[in-house]
């Protein structure tokens, strides 16, 4: 898989390439910042780019910015957006853009220390799916709380929101959770129908509808980040 790296730590940035080729794919570019990215973009027609969210010269939301327009120039372009922190406002810009446009990913760079995990995830979301950092997900479902909806599912259904929300397959869940497809199916509608959300076998819509929701009240205030 061809890869664009656009990120201003020498040292992450050397590794990521490092990790990406070992892992057999080819980085076509690694940017210390975004300056040159959509030139660079077209240049080498990239499968996959991966952008920290705070790039120079301000360090508070370039990474982001450039993510949002490469999504709105490029929608079908798989982006994963690395981020030091949850920081819920810029994961909420991205769902929120995201629409039927392409896959997606958002992980905390401490992510990428399970080297394994981590180029999965590349994987997956080269491959058509969304991926979001389980701590960003914890959070959402956490902001809303207190809404009727999700006080009506059950332990055992906010706990398959959760994993659907991270991206994972009905078969992914089972296994997690020790249970049998269907009866993860059958938690799925009952989640879908608790939250008036229409069910869609689609993995990819399926959290962004599910995070869509989520993240509709719960991040519209100021921006916030938790340090892990």
């Known amino acids: 898989m061809r890869i664009l790296i656009c990120?201003?730590?020498?040292?992450?940035?050397?590794?990521?390439?490092?990790?990406?080729?070992?892992?057999?794919?080819?980085?076509?570019?690694?940017l210390p910042d975004a300056n040159d990215l959509d030139a660079t973009v077209?240049?080498?027609?990239?499968?996959l780019c991966i952008l920290d969210v705070r790039l120079p010269p301000t360090f508070v939301d370039e990474g982001i910015r450039a993510a949002l327009s490469l999504r709105k120039r490029l929608p079908q372009l798989p982006l994963l957006v690395l981020s030091q922190y949850v920081e819920e406002r810029y994961a909420s810009d991205l769902i929120i853009a995201q629409g039927s446009a392409g896959p997606l990913g958002y992980l905390l760079k401490d992510r990428v220390a399970d080297v394994s995990e981590f180029i999965e995830s590349v994987a997956r979301?080269?491959?058509?799916?969304?991926?979001?950092?389980?701590?960003?997900?914890?959070?959402?479902?956490t902001r809303r709380n207190q809404d009727d909806r999700m006080?009506?599912?059950?332990?055992?259904?906010?706990?398959?929101?959760?994993?659907?929300?991270?991206?994972?397959s009905n078969q992914?869940?089972?296994a997690t959770l020790f249970l049998s497809e269907a009866s993860v199916e059958k938690h799925i509608t009952a989640i879908f129908?608790?939250?008036?959300?229409?069910?869609?076998?689609?993995?990819?819509?399926?959290?962004?509808?599910?995070?869509?929701?989520?993240?509709?009240?719960?991040l519209n205030g100021p921006q916030t980040g938790t340090n892990r």
């Not at 040292?11 to 980085?27: I, M």
């Not at 389980?134 to 959070?139: G, L």
């Not at 929101?161 to 991206?167: H, P, T």
Request: aromatic share 0%; no cysteine.
């Open 7 to 30: 990120e201003d730590s020498v040292l992450l940035r050397e590794g990521l390439v490092r990790l990406l080729e070992d892992a057999g794919h080819t980085v076509v570019a690694a």
């Open 42 to 47: 077209d240049a080498t027609d990239p499968e």
């Open 125 to 141: 979301i080269a491959s058509g799916s969304t991926v979001l950092d389980p701590e960003v997900v914890a959070q959402l479902l």
């Open 151 to 168: 006080q009506s599912l059950t332990e055992r259904e906010r706990t398959v929101l959760a994993l659907i929300a991270e991206g994972k």
């Open 172 to 174: 992914a869940i089972a």
């Open 193 to 218: 129908q608790k939250l008036g959300l229409e069910p869609d076998e689609s993995g990819n819509r399926r959290v962004l509808a599910t995070i869509a929701h989520l993240s509709s009240a719960g």
